[in-house]
């Protein structure tokens, strides 16, 4: 198997994960997997490798793996991370942003308001783009690395905002407004509408699957 088809199953199983389209918190069987997407054991085994690594899924048993329950307390772990570390990335950035970058934050956001079948995938990316391109400014690498790192954590619930929650129109305003602060260089407004920005979504999050994980019970 080539390197773009590996890429292109591991961005099927991704996506079939965040669209729960996949069984969660029962061990994933490479041979179900392998006759679901008409392909051989060992890419199989390599894919789930990969996404076991990135924090999509988890150890069952000895050997296996399943897709983890989705966690409002996980959830709410990363929304506080967040919340914190991404206002005091931009506070190192604003200072080096300059209208090419704004320009290019503002081309994402059209982006994702022309396009009305973005897929979630699709959608994660460019919102992780029009954040990372602002960010990158700083010359943090190592902040940055971190913020990158919960931003794919963060990816499975990425689902939850876009389809259970209708969450798309506040966050793409909260965007605009965030840009807005910066090209005016009001660092402190910024990172205050930045930091409302993650949190809201976070506890929007949290109080769903609570409430979510109550019914179930």
């Not at 090209?183 to 949290?206: F, M, Q, Y």
């Amino acid at each position: 198997m080539s390197k773009q088809q590996a890429q292109i199953l591991y961005n099927q199983i991704k996506l079939d994960i965040q669209e729960n389209k996949l069984p969660i918190g029962q061990a994933l069987k490479q041979e179900m997997l392998s006759q679901r997407y008409n392909i051989s054991r060992i890419p199989i085994r390599d894919v789930l490798q990969r996404l076991k690594n990135e924090g999509w899924l988890t150890t069952c048993g000895k050997r296996g793996v399943m897709i983890p329950m989705l966690n409002a307390t996980e959830a709410e772990d990363l929304y506080l991370m967040r919340k914190y570390l991404e206002p005091l990335i931009l506070e190192y950035a604003i200072p080096n942003i300059n209208q090419q970058v704004i320009g290019k934050a503002t081309d994402y956001l059209h982006i994702i308001d022309s396009q009305e079948e973005l897929s979630i995938e699709e959608h994660g990316e460019l919102n992780w783009q029009f954040h990372s391109c602002l960010y990158e400014q700083a010359n943090r690498p190592t902040l940055f690395s971190t913020i990158a790192s919960l931003h794919q954590l963060c990816g499975r619930y990425i689902g939850y905002h876009n389809q259970q929650l209708n969450y798309l129109k506040t966050s793409q305003q909260d965007h605009y407004n965030i840009l807005k602060a910066i090209e005016n260089k009001n660092t402190e407004h910024a990172k205050n509408l930045l930091e409302t920005h993650i949190s809201d979504a976070g506890k929007t999050l949290v109080r769903f699957l609570l409430a979510e994980s109550k019914n179930e019970n």
